[in-house]
């Protein structure tokens, strides 16, 4: 598995993470047998950076690493990105308090069972709370109470991220990145690595579209976002197939398929892409164990050819970027 350093962390990442909403069984139901499975293979394919937020079912994400970690005797390989903020009922601007900054994460270091937490980050608040100087004292007193380690933020779009980059010791960016979703390699990417800050890669297969193997005719569970969420009606659209209308991304990803090596899985041709694009660590939310160890094998996959990534970029301009481009 190769790995990439993030300056402001310190620290090593797997170029290949595993993002752990679907830990949570909010949908799509991974019960608490199949998610340590995942933790383990996916530890044990090289895997050490694994994202988590406080609100994936309602914790249940974040005590499932925990009982990982418990189980480990190598537990300090592992790095444990977290985040903050849904739990705000209503969630909005004036949540973001000091307070509640202390709260959230006293319950995510008891969840996760450790006294610091690794990373914290800012769970794609309201705009206006990135322009808020506020905001940052306030992780910074985090910082010096011990409570975490070090601060990022998950962001919906490329503005915010350029906001929070300005702050001198932002170590993370969490942003939507995937074949179907190229400006903040273009706007964000390049400026964070000039200052040693870490780009993770969420939703790198657009949902599981990227992996090429859904059709017109897939159905989703009632309560898979990938069913409810397709308008936006219960959080932002660009989190749902990064927001790329259901048709027009499996026609495109069909396109995608067609141009994978030998011996490759769609999938991997797309996380392959991510991980030679400049991104520290692409965290695709594996499913099924199987699914795990094929995303982590990435990590030992040779570069996508010139004339590939040509092609690739071509599906992106041509199908794509008409329906995310201006948006995020
Ligand atoms: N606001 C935020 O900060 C935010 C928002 C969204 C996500 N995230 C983070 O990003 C992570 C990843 O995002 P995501 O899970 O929404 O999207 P994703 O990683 O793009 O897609 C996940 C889906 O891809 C499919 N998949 C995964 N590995 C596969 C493989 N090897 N072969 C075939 N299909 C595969 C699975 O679909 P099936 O279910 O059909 O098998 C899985 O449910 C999350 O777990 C979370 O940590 C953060």
Redesign the pocket.
Same mark, same amino acid.
């Given at each position: 598995m190769r790995t990439s350093k993030i300056e402001r962390l310190g620290r090593q990442v797997s170029e290949i993470g595993l993002?752990?909403? +679907?830990l949570g069984a909010d949908w799509?139901n991974v019960d608490e047998d199949r998610s340590q499975a995942i933790l383990q293979a996916a530890a044990d394919s090289g895997v050490t950076f694994f994202?988590? !937020?406080d609100v994936?079912g309602d914790g249940r994400s974040e005590r499932a690493i925990g009982d990982f970690l418990a189980s480990r005797a190598d537990a300090d390989r592992f790095f444990v990105a977290t985040?903050m903020g849904r739990r705000a009922q209503p969630h909005e601007a004036q949540a973001y308090t000091l307070d509640a900054f202390r709260e959230w994460t006293d319950r995510s270091r008891e969840n996760l069972g450790v006294d610091t937490l690794d990373l914290i980050?800012l769970?794609?608040p309201p705009t206006p709370v990135f322009f808020d100087p506020e905001t940052y004292e306030s992780l910074r007193v985090l910082v010096d109470e011990g409570r975490v380690r070090a601060w990022g933020v998950?962001v919906?779009k490329v503005d915010e991220a350029l906001q929070a980059l300005r702050e001198p010791d932002v170590a993370s960016i969490?942003i939507?990145v *995937?074949l179907f979703r190229r400006k903040p390699l273009e706007r964000v990417a390049t400026e964070a690595a000039r200052l040693g800050v870490g780009i993770i890669a969420?939703? /790198?297969? !657009? %949902?599981?579209l990227? %992996?090429g193997?859904?059709d017109e005719s897939t159905t989703?569970a009632e309560n898979d976002h990938r069913n409810y969420n397709r308008d936006g009606s219960a959080f932002d659209v660009g989190?749902t197939f990064a927001g790329v209308p259901y048709d027009v991304g499996v026609r495109a990803a069909r396109e995608v398929a067609a141009l994978t090596p030998e011996g490759w899985?769609t !999938? +991997?041709m797309a996380l392959r892409w991510l991980t030679q694009s400049g991104v520290s660590t692409a965290? /695709?939310? !594996?499913?099924?164990v199987? +699914?795990a160890r094929? *995303?982590a094998a990435v990590g030992d996959l040779p570069a996508i050819d010139d004339a590939t990534m040509a092609q690739l970029a071509r599906i992106y301009d041509d199908s794509i970027r008409e329906h995310v481009h201006a948006r995020w």
């Open positions: 993002g752990c909403w +679907q799509g994202d988590t !937020a994936y985040k980050q769970h794609c998950s919906e969490q939507v *995937n969420r939703v /790198p297969l !657009a %949902s599981g990227l %992996s193997k859904y989703f989190e899985t !999938a +991997q965290i /695709p939310g !594996a499913r099924t199987e +699914q094929g *995303n």
